[in-house]
């Protein structure tokens, strides 16, 4: 063989050589990389109306808790009466229940103190169903992001009752009805909102947020364009910072909206009619009670008692029993009551009693009694608290002569808040 054909076979070898060792990297390479995992949807037909079995909610629960992805379950029978308690949401990529057009019923009468759904996996929605009978609560929310929509609550002692540690919760177009508490809040979750629903003839309130102490963090509760309807009373809001907006509330047995603690935020709201009184901050701190409508309310429209650094500004009352009224407010904190219009208020348009706001820019027009009515409070074997508010510009015009006047007395009682 000729240096020339030695030469070439040399090189060929070497080609040949480097071949393998390449393709042997891309071989090992092609080992240690793990293959993509596949989430695979899962839809699970609730076909049985039982209460367990092939084909029954309680085996779909079964079935999405193990599942590998998100789950979807379809219930396609018109009613479901439970027996026992069911297992809880536990799949964490999520799960979507789905009540049809019709709106699928369950029954839960037969239940115990227990909830009707458990939701304790986060990215839960529920849309379409109707809960009715449950002797405890129709919906634990223990996790985050949690949806119910289109979905009614009739006859139940609690019907969404959300947890602390929670964020992310809404609750849109739905419907409360003849329960304890339509919606409880433990706590403020960061974006939770209650929207678009409706409270009907809940036996003590439609919405409920009150905890202990005031709320860590700085997260609120929007609760904006919901209609509460004949409640006993239609919000309690006790240091839970809520936004209260748009939202129309008729004829409650008791207080309207009644806040206690944190400031709250109460904003274009409309009340219409009400046994009680329509806005209460009592024992408050620095809410906000704004361009809110109030009508035919028996007792007071707005009042602020024990409270400081509140603001009541822009509302419009007519044909209330009595206007607004301050007290026994923190002398430290004072109050503030500017640009409010007060026509034809039964009795008094502004009381004050043992308090010294601010009244500022107010008109009171029509007063069957009194405009401004300002009282010291002498509490029983205790030293007087002397009302000082402070008038700047205000317009209390009764229209007739000799009524409606500003009158201070000597002492005065200190009105009650009945719910």
Known sequence: MTIGHRLIAAIVVFV???????LSHWGGTQRVLPSPVVQTAVQVHVTNAGDRGPGTLREALFVVATAAGPTSISIEVPKINLESALPAFVNAHGVRLLGGTSG???DAQALGAGPVLDIA?????IDGIVIRNCPGTGILVRAVRFRLSASTIVSCDVGVDVAENTSGTLLERDHFVKVRLGVRFAAAGHNSAVADSEFTQNKDAGLWAVRGAPNSRDDVIGIHDNKFTEDGIGIVAGNIPVVVERNEFINARGVEVHLVGAGAVIRGNRINGGASMGIVAENARGAIIDDNELEGIVAYGVMVRGSSNTLVRGNRLHNCGYGLAFVLGDP?????????TII????????VIG?????????????????????DFQPPNGKKVQSLPFLDNNNFDNGSAGRGSPTVAAQASVPTVTQ
Not at 332 to 340: C, D, E, F, P
Request: hydrophobic content about 40%; cysteine-free; charged content about 15%.
């Open 16 to 22: 040949l050589l480097g071949g393998l060792v390449v």
């Open 104 to 106: 699928v019923q369950i």
């Open 121 to 125: 996996a986060p990215n839960t929605s």
């Open 332 to 340: 430290h904190g004072a109050s503030t009551a500017v640009g409010n």
């Open 344 to 351: 034809e208020p039964k009795f008094d348009g502004i009381d």
């Open 355 to 375: 308090d010294s706001p601010i009244l500022r820019r107010n008109q009171v027009v029509r007063a069957h009694a009194s405009a401004l009515h300002v009282e």
